[in-house]
């Protein structure tokens, strides 16, 4: 069965201070690694998709990597705006379905 | 376009009531998904339907039945909703060309007292 574990579940920062959250999974030929956006009372917002171990992928502050284990995303000089839930989820082989992290709720402090 | 489309978008119902989950896709896509998602615990997958015609069981299906309409539509089902239910609810919808992205809708919030 796959298995996805988010880390932190919170996170705390000031606006232009650096993270990293992390995303470790387990699954059966992995088929794609995906990282949402969630903001409050609102749906998953698709950001990355990572296919294979060395992977990177880039869009303004934030820049997701995969590894055979885990996968990070990295904010660098966050905004309030950055403020959302970061969700990470997984594909196997075994099938059609995305399987979740828990989430880590991110807040930037101006 | 509208994507994926939830209604309604809240719900308050009484233990033992039953309801019915509407989402819409107007993607074209072959994969349609119900999830749930409590706080702390991300979404779960409840139901989900491969391509029209088809339905699997997720990780937490008990309480709910789900009926793939056409390819446009998917309906989540509680026939008799308990305190447990209280949850927002999620639908999303993939192509099957290519290893793609979930898109989701905008949620359910349903309570049962």
């Known amino acids: 069965e796959d298995q996805v574990t988010q880390s932190p579940e919170a996170l705390r920062l000031q606006e232009g201070e650096s993270s990293s959250l992390n995303c470790s999974y387990t699954v059966s030929g992995l088929r794609g690694l995906f990282w949402y956006r969630q903001d409050p009372g609102k749906g998953p917002e698709f950001l990355f998709t990572l296919y294979s171990a060395g992977e990177e992928k880039e869009k303004e502050r934030l820049k997701a990597t995969l590894t055979k284990k885990e996968s990070f995303l990295h904010i660098t000089a966050p905004k309030p705006e950055d403020s959302a839930t970061y969700l990470c989820a997984v594909r196997g082989a075994a099938g059609n379905k995305l399987t979740f992290g828990g989430g880590t709720r991110v807040l930037v402090k101006p | 376009n509208a994507g994926v489309t939830q209604t309604p978008k809240f719900q308050v119902l009484k233990t033992g009531q039953s309801m019915t989950l509407q989402c819409a896709q107007d993607m074209n896509h072959n994969s349609m998904y119900w999830y749930r998602q409590d706080p702390g615990m991300g979404l779960r997958l409840i139901y989900y339907s491969a391509s029209e015609g088809t339905t699997d069981k997720g990780e937490v299906p008990n309480g709910y039945n789900v009926s793939r309409l056409n390819k446009r539509e998917f309906s989540l089902r509680l026939e008799s909703a308990a305190p447990s239910q209280t949850s927002v609810y999620f639908c999303?919808?993939?192509?099957?060309?290519?290893?793609?992205?979930?898109?989701f809708g905008q949620g359910t919030r349903l309570t049962v007292v």
């Open positions: 999303a919808s993939r192509s099957v060309q290519g290893n793609t992205e979930a898109f």
